[in-house]
């Protein structure tokens, strides 16, 4: 019997899944100025993963006017309800919030910078093009390159590469690397990282419970019999998962030296 595609594709890119789930960069975040670190340099990664998703919606479903039905009514439903979950989810208090909003939320909770990717947001907001808000946010190299490729992906037009960059460079892979940020934070950091915490644990359940299943079944969809669209799409999620570990490798880098290291 054939290998399922999904199968096959996620043992292709298990060595590197796995490189990113043992990534030093989890067990070297010894303080809060660690975290900090750590958070001005993620929340990049988290604001351009709603361009990944947005990306989808903007292909698979009908974002025009006049409305016209767009594709297919399952996969219409696959990505709206995830839209649904990540750009108006719930915060702790239970007030509707997108997962950007509520990293930059809990950013300021423990003393993060949130200018740099406020000055991003400004710029884009002011008609810059992607080049010019990130040299306006002074985002590290690692974080440049980060975003740049996402938005290669998002501009190449192929909505089965983007949906394979999305599920497997992203959903897939965030709860086992999100586990290992969460460890003991509450314990360590009584009442500075509760909305931090709160953010990883809603992703570890969504994106495993929900959000993964939801995209590998979109994925599957897109790519058909297709055995191009596969290949294409391994390449991609692949290129993703390297980029990820080129962002770790730079926080790592730009974390404080350890006093009388």
């Keep these: 019997m054939p290998q399922d595609p999904i199968a096959a594709l996620q043992a ?18 010894h303080t809060l100025d660690d975290l900090r670190v750590f958070m001005q340099h993620h929340v990049f990664a988290v604001w351009d993963f709603m361009s990944l998703l947005k990306a989808l919606q903007r292909e698979l479903t009908c974002v025009t006017l006049p409305w ?14 995830i839209v649904l979950e990540e750009e108006t989810d719930v915060d702790p208090e239970g007030r509707p919030t997108s997962h950007f909003e509520l990293y930059l939320r809990a950013m300021q909770e423990c003393g993060a910078d949130v ?3 406020q000055r991003l947001l400004d710029a884009l907001a002011q008609g810059q093009d992607l080049e010019a808000a990130l040299e306006a946010a002074d985002a590290p190299a690692s974080v440049r390159t980060f975003v740049r490729q996402t938005f290669d992906v998002v501009g190449g ?10 599920t497997f460079g992203r959903e897939d892979v965030i709860p086992d690397m999100f586990r290992h940020l969460v460890g003991d ?31 590998q079944q979109m994925v599957r969809k897109l790519c058909q019999d297709d055995a191009h669209k596969w290949q294409q799409a391994a390449d991609v999620a692949a290129r993703c ?6 962002l770790w490798d730079g926080i ?6 350890p006093a009388g290291a």
């Design 12 to 29: 292709r890119l298990a060595p590197a899944r796995q490189q990113l789930v043992d990534h030093s960069v989890y067990q070297s975040l």
């Design 68 to 81: 016209v039905p767009k594709g297919s009514p399952r996969t219409r439903r696959l990505i709206n309800e």
């Design 115 to 117: 200018a740099p990717v």
């Design 157 to 166: 037009g192929q909505p089965h590469a983007v949906a394979a960059a999305f």
């Design 185 to 215: 934070l509450r314990q360590r950091f009584p009442g500075q990282l509760d909305t931090f915490t709160y953010y990883l644990d809603r992703h570890i359940e969504l994106d495993e419970e929900a959000h993964a299943p939801l995209a």
């Design 241 to 246: 998962m390297q980029a990820r570990v080129a």
């Design 252 to 257: 790592r880098g730009a974390l404080p030296v």
